[in-house]
């Protein structure tokens, strides 16, 4: 099982950019499809984007189409998460999580593996 820690979260301006890192450790991460999920204060956590195991296929939130870009490299055991055009409402804790599976699943209840966590604030 797969083990994951993200970074690269932080304060940033509205109209801004991030790009959060997951590092996974293990030798299966190709064998795991990927996802970001989101939990404001006070709400639930919430589906982002999600990745299979090659990369080729890649789902998002339709409210977060065309702004959000997730990708992976699988040499380097790693997700990325790019954010443009940050929005204040995209202040959140950001979570990476592992799915043992070549199936993209977008529900929390789906993943097995979840990291701790990476603050993002977006400021107006």
């Known amino acids: 099982q797969v083990q994951l820690v993200e970074s690269g979260g932080g304060l940033v301006q509205a109209g801004g950019s991030l790009r959060l890192s997951c590092a996974a450790s293990?030798?299966?991460?190709?064998?795991?499809?990927m996802g970001w999920f989101r939990q404001a204060p006070g709400e639930e956590r919430v589906f982002v984007a999600a990745i299979s195991w090659s990369g080729g296929t890649t789902y998002y939130a339709d409210s977060l189409k065309g702004r959000f870009t997730i990708s992976r490299d699988n040499a380097k055991n790693t997700v990325y998460l790019q954010m443009n055009s940050l929005k204040p409402e995209d202040t959140a804790v950001y979570y990476c999580a592992a799915r043992h599976s070549m199936v993209v699943r977008t529900t929390t209840d789906d993943y097995d593996v979840w990291g701790q966590g990476t603050q993002v604030t977006v400021s107006s």
């Open positions: 293990g030798r299966t991460f190709s064998t795991y499809s």
